[in-house]
């Protein structure tokens, strides 16, 4: 399973934004950012739509199963 805190602080690192930035773009505060990156705290939709945009990135959301990525990634084309 992928980490919500764990892309979003990838992707902050990536676009060379501080926690304390990001969190003025999402409208939300740096404490908060730091929980969600240390998997303390689990963002909302809402917040993790906010961080998204604030990072020029797209939230998706993926409902595939384990085994369904796990056939997929063997099919060879």
């Given at each position: 399973?992928?980490?919500?805190?764990?892309?979003?602080?990838?992707?902050?690192?990536?676009?060379?934004?501080?926690?304390?930035?990001?969190?003025?773009?999402?409208?939300?505060?740096?404490a908060a950012i730091s929980r969600i990156e240390s998997g303390?705290?689990?963002?909302?939709?809402?917040?993790?739509?906010?961080?998204?945009?604030?990072?020029?990135?797209?939230?998706?959301?993926?409902?595939?199963?384990?085994?369904?990525?796990?056939?997929?990634?063997?099919?060879?084309?």
């Amino acid at each position: 399973m992928i980490n919500a805190g764990e892309v979003v602080k990838a992707w902050r690192i990536r676009r060379g934004v501080s926690q304390a930035r990001l969190a003025e773009l999402a409208g939300t505060g740096q404490a908060a950012i730091s929980r969600i990156e240390s998997g303390r705290d689990l963002p909302t939709l809402a917040l993790l739509g906010r961080i998204a945009a604030a990072l020029d990135c797209e939230l998706t959301i993926d409902f595939t199963s384990d085994s369904e990525r796990t056939c997929a990634s063997n099919v060879r084309t």
